[in-house]
């Protein structure tokens, strides 16, 4: 079954019908093709995405030129710079899509609009920021102190099984911020 952008949010916080109806209002249907940037380094985030399918990558790219992942989103997830949405500022990543992606987008004036407009949508927006980034961005943290490279391949595994098959063995050992050889070592079961 697929899912829907009304399963999405009502997944975050159950909207009343009025104004589920006047927030659905506000996002537009996008499908954009893989290797699609939907953020570069410079420029604000403007947008919220709401991913029903598709695999996204965060990263950013050091002074050497070299890529440095730092998040995965696959389907039915949302997606966001939340530091340079939030506070409008230039963002440090980009935020490329891996696979051909389906998505609804909320921009940055119309998410402000709809907060000032309905108290239940401004609940919804703390509970998605509570799910969606605080917690996200501790357990991230956690797992990078207190795990070892074996422990995170294997969480990351755990929280999506399949991420293999989709996303590139470099892409995940940047992730996971280890060489590709010593990921490919974890996988072989020699370390």
């Not at 537009?28 to 093709?33: A, K, R, S």
């Not at 893989?34 to 410079?42: A, C, I, R, V």
């Amino acid at each position: 079954m697929k899912v829907t952008l009304e399963d999405i949010i009502q997944s975050v916080f159950v909207l009343p019908e009025e104004v589920l109806e006047d927030v659905l209002g506000h996002f537009q249907h996008v499908e954009y093709p893989q290797n699609y940037f939907l953020s570069k380094p410079g420029k604000p985030c403007k947008n919220i995405w709401f991913m029903t399918k598709g695999a996204v990558r965060y990263f950013y790219t050091n002074d050497q030129g070299k890529e440095m992942n730092t998040w995965f989103s696959l389907d039915e997830q949302i997606v966001t710079d939340a530091p340079s949405l939030v506070n409008q500022t230039p963002t440090q990543e980009s935020i490329q899509l891996i696979e051909d992606s389906e998505m609804y987008s909320i921009e940055y004036i119309a998410l402000q609009s709809l907060l000032h407009k309905h108290h239940s949508f401004a609940l919804w927006y703390i509970k998605l920021v509570e799910l969606h980034y605080v917690s996200q961005i501790e357990d991230r943290l956690a797992d990078l102190q207190f795990l070892d490279a074996k422990q995170r391949y294997h969480k990351l595994l755990s929280l999506y099984p399949d991420i293999t098959n989709r996303i590139s063995l470099g892409n995940i050992a940047s992730y996971l911020n280890i060489t590709q050889e010593t990921l490919s070592r974890i996988r072989a079961g020699k370390l």
